[in-house]
């Protein structure tokens, strides 16, 4: 696992030098929530988990990625979060939530408060339908964005679905 002597990650819970709305956002909703990782700060963008995988020294399974998607019904905000390595079924989550579609950045900007790349699993401008894939529990640990492309938090899959109230779910492909 990663510590704060990885020399791609800087500051383990210290808010970079300029503002960042949405990391500064996690940041405060984590201790909120009692959540005992602070977000910490990358010294490179990582907005996709193949990024953020290598940025921390992991395993692309390891980055819990934020999907979301819009909600046909009534334009609510879907956030399927799973393993990096793998593929949302549409589906699959269509089946639990209803007919879906793709969501633009400028509706996950809008609902989220986050531009894709940063999409946090907590403190959303608008509380999402969540639902958490399975397959992240494979792991002990998985790392989170924390509301910018720079931020990340590391988290136990079973504190996320506490962190999110969010039910767990079979999700993805394959």
Not at 134 to 141: A, G, I, Q, S
Not at 149 to 174: C, I, S
């Given at each position: ?103 633009d950045a400028a509706f996950v900007k809008a609902r989220t408060g986050y531009a894709i790349g940063g999409v946090s699993p907590v403190a959303h401008a608008t509380p ?47």
């Amino acid at each position: 696992m990663v510590d704060s002597t990885s020399s791609a990650v800087s500051g383990a819970a210290a808010a970079p030098d300029v503002a960042h709305e949405g990391f500064n956002r996690v940041t405060r909703a984590l201790a909120e929530l009692g959540h005992p990782h602070a977000p910490r700060w990358l010294e490179v963008p990582a907005r996709t988990c193949q990024e953020a995988a290598e940025a921390l020294g992991l395993a692309t399974g390891q980055i819990a990625k934020s999907v979301i998607f819009r909600r046909r019904a009534d334009e609510a905000a879907v956030l399927v979060i799973a393993s990096g390595d793998k593929r949302v079924d549409e589906h699959k989550v269509a089946a639990l939530v209803g007919p879906i579609g793709r969501a633009d950045a400028a509706f996950v900007k809008a609902r989220t408060g986050y531009a894709i790349g940063g999409v946090s699993p907590v403190a959303h401008a608008t509380p999402p339908v969540t639902l958490i894939d399975r397959e992240l529990f494979r792991f002990d640990e998985v790392w989170a964005a924390a509301g910018h492309p720079n931020g990340v938090f590391r988290v136990a899959p079973a504190d996320l679905e506490r962190l999110t109230g969010a039910p767990v779910a079979d999700v993805v492909q394959g």
